[in-house]
């Protein structure tokens, strides 16, 4: 949860540092980071690292379609989905 990550954030960084995700799937450790930058003023700055892991069609029809006809990706990866939440975020 982002709350969750945000505590974590907060008890184990500097308002200035980067937070570096391996696994930013879903990219909540970035959604922390912005949210925490939003309430305290602070200049957090994060990386996040993710596999171009293909969406399974047959798994997740949504995701899958979102990315192909929405984004117009021709092979959907996890990837694009969260540059997309990343983008829209940022806005």
Do not use: C, H
């Not at 709350?3 to 980067?18: A, R």
């Not at 570096?20 to 970035?30: I, R, V, Y």
């Not at 690292?49 to 996890?78: G, R, S």
């Amino acid at each position: 949860p982002v709350e969750y990550l945000k505590f974590i954030i907060q008890i184990s960084t500097n308002p200035n540092d980067i937070i570096l995700d391996f696994f930013a799937g879903s990219w909540t450790t970035a959604d922390a980071v912005m949210q925490m930058n939003a309430d305290d003023g602070g200049n957090r700055k994060y990386i996040l690292v993710q596999l171009p892991e293909e969406i399974d069609k047959k798994k997740n029809k949504t995701a899958y379609d979102f990315v192909k006809e929405e984004l117009w990706v021709e092979k959907p990866t996890i990837f694009e989905i969260t540059k997309e939440r990343l983008i829209r975020a940022g806005k």
